[in-house]
């Protein structure tokens, strides 16, 4: 849970993913969308990526993308798309400094 600590806390979005999944693709191109340069973990390209998914899910994320905002645990792609549809998300990333307007 440390490392998962110290990958979130220094960048204001970052995107835990699968490079295999649709959905994680779906929330980067949101991100991208918006102007947003998320920093990405791809879980199954990068060494000790079974172990950060564990930590996630023991933080209450059990699916993947796992997506952090200004360093907490907002959630997966449904929660990501819930906040666009409602029209928060933008001020999220405006507030944690990865979106300016």
């Known amino acids: 849970m440390d490392r998962v600590n110290r990958m979130v806390s220094d960048r204001p979005v970052v995107i835990f993913s699968k490079s295999s999944c649709i959905?994680?693709?779906t929330i980067k191109s949101l991100f991208n969308d918006f102007g947003v340069n998320p920093t990405v973990y791809?879980?199954?390209?990068?060494?000790?990526g079974r172990e950060i998914e564990q930590a996630l899910s023991g933080r209450g994320c059990s699916t993947i993308p796992a997506v952090f905002i200004g360093g907490e645990l907002v959630g997966g792609a449904n929660e990501i798309m819930s906040l666009h549809l409602r029209s928060v998300l933008k001020q999220m990333l405006i507030r944690a400094g990865a979106l300016w307007v």
């Open 42 to 48: 791809e879980l199954d390209e990068i060494a000790r």
């Open 23 to 25: 959905l994680s693709h």
